[in-house]
């Protein structure tokens, strides 16, 4: 298992709820990055949070809202989203954003898989 | 534009057989390629990482090569076994901190 936790593991819902879906990392990173996976499609990033400031978004719609209290927790709001946003979202890690290099690895969390009826 | 394209999309082996997943990517400039092994069901995890100047890696059955002046990468699994069933995704970055994942290459290893 990676230093990267993810609940809920499955998430279903309707399209006029709001849940929100939450990320820990315990490996001292200051980045963390949400991704999208759908069926086969690479995978899309979302999100990227550098010493908890947002720094990318990736043109997602205003119905997905991230939230980065603290280095260590991401999270992911969800409210009215329609079927297609049925996928698997993913959270990720790394030691830092914006300096290439192999120490800039990102560390995967196990997903969440969220189905949209 | 920044591509990844991995082939072949799926690939079924016999356990104990030895295969040979292919990418090649059009990102520039480049900074290094990652190939990542995800299980079904959870998150990538990182099998090798290259820079430019490596030719190839290894962690344990898994060899990765680096062509950067064909911009190709080869992922090779010897002795496969029943566990390497899995997807397994090239992703590259470029000098600008991007990243840029292929579509991945999904493996079925029987036994």
């Known amino acids: 298992e990676t230093g990267v936790t993810q609940t809920p593991r499955h998430l279903v819902m309707g399209m006029t709820n709001k849940k929100s879906l939450k990320c820990e990392q315990h490996?001292?990173?200051?980045?963390m990055y949400w991704y999208k996976q759908s069926a086969k499609k690479p995978l899309e990033l979302m999100f990227v949070y550098s010493l908890e400031e947002r720094v990318e978004n990736n043109s997602v719609p205003s119905r997905f809202s991230p939230e980065c209290p603290n280095s260590s927790h991401l999270f992911l709001h969800l409210h009215t989203l329609q079927p297609e946003d049925s996928a698997l979202y993913l959270c990720?890690?790394?030691?830092?954003?914006?300096?290439?290099?192999?120490?800039?690895?990102?560390?995967f969390g196990p997903g969440t898989r969220l189905t949209v009826l | 534009k920044n591509q990844v394209e991995q082939s072949p999309q799926s690939l079924i082996i016999l356990e104990g057989k030895n295969c040979t997943l292919q990418?090649?990517?059009?990102?520039?400039?480049?900074?290094?390629l990652r190939w990542y092994k995800q299980d079904t069901g959870r998150g990538p995890v990182s099998l090798t990482i290259m820079t430019f100047s490596e030719n190839t890696k290894s962690n344990g059955r898994y060899t990765a090569t680096l062509d950067a002046d064909t911009k190709q990468s080869s992922l090779h699994i010897t002795a496969s076994q029943l566990s390497d069933s899995a997807s397994y995704i090239c992703v590259v970055l470029n000098a600008g901190n991007m990243l840029t994942f292929g579509g991945g290459t999904r493996l079925m290893v029987k036994p």
């Open positions: 490996l001292g990173h200051n980045a």
């Open positions: 990720a890690s790394s030691r830092d954003f914006g300096l290439a290099g192999t120490y800039n690895e990102q560390f």
């Open positions: 990418c090649n990517y059009t990102v520039s400039p480049f900074s290094n």
